[in-house]
């Protein structure tokens, strides 16, 4: 399994304003995501972290507004940009550990309101 | 139509009751099934895995995968509860493939 830590577990910001979240796994894992949950509903993939290399978005997502970046195996950090009220959201690093399982693990979450 | 379709609830049950959440779902090609669980400002605990059809067992709770009727289902036996949280199903085609997460169930298990 995979231990995943996330910061700031919740913020509220101000429109306009950009917010950095952070993403620590305990051990080496073969992939990175970043996930939103928005207020009662499923999961949406944002995108994949890639180490080293550009993140790989979903369609409806863009890198001006979800930068992303994934220095090394363990730590991922995902900006939301410009922020607006349509923002508010839980915010969730997943990661995939190896094998023929590939089980997916998530983090706390990162609760933002943004007013 | 969606991918996976997954009753939002809430389910209400007593406590000692026998759960049952289900899933359906349109690709054919899944094959890998999981249950996460999930508390209120938590995030997603993976719970169950399956792989293809069959059953699997671990203490109170069992995963039922029905590829032929594209159906899953998770049972809790006895809940509690502690068990109440949102259950969602997820699933992908093979292990490099993106997971397809169902909308969640909320179930409320009372003392």
């Known amino acids: 399994s995979a231990v995943i830590s996330q910061k700031p577990s919740r913020d509220i910001c101000q429109r306009g304003t950009s917010l950095t979240i952070q993403c620590q796994v305990d051990s080496q894992v073969t992939m990175m995501f970043w996930y939103r949950q928005q207020p009662g509903q499923s999961l949406t993939l944002i995108a994949t972290?890639?180490?080293?290399?550009?993140?790989?978005?979903e369609s409806g997502f863009v890198i001006d507004k979800f930068p992303i970046s994934r220095p090394n195996l363990t730590f991922s950090t995902l900006t939301v940009s410009n922020m607006s009220p349509e923002d508010s959201s839980i915010y969730l690093c997943?990661?995939?550990?190896?094998?023929?399982?590939?089980?997916?693990?998530f983090g706390e979450g990162s609760r933002l309101t943004v007013l | 139509q969606k991918e996976v379709e997954q009753d939002p609830g809430p389910l209400s049950v007593p406590e000692g009751a026998i759960v049952s959440l289900n899933c359906t779902y349109s690709?054919?090609?899944?094959?890998?099934f999981m249950w996460y669980r999930q508390y209120s400002r938590k995030g997603p605990e993976l719970l169950m895995y399956t792989y293809s059809s069959g059953n699997k067992e671990d203490g109170r709770f069992t995963a039922q995968v029905d590829k032929s009727s594209k159906y899953i289902s998770l049972f809790i036996r006895d809940s509690q509860p502690s068990d109440s949280a949102t259950y969602l199903c997820?699933?992908?085609?093979?292990?490099?493939?993106?997971?397809?997460f169902g909308g969640g169930t909320r179930l409320m298990v009372k003392p």
């Open positions: 997820a699933m992908r085609q093979n292990a490099g493939n993106m997971l397809t």
């Open positions: 997943s990661a995939r550990t190896s094998g023929l399982t590939g089980e997916l693990f």
């Open positions: 972290a890639n180490q080293g290399s550009e993140a790989t978005y």
């Open positions: 690709n054919s090609a899944f094959q890998y």
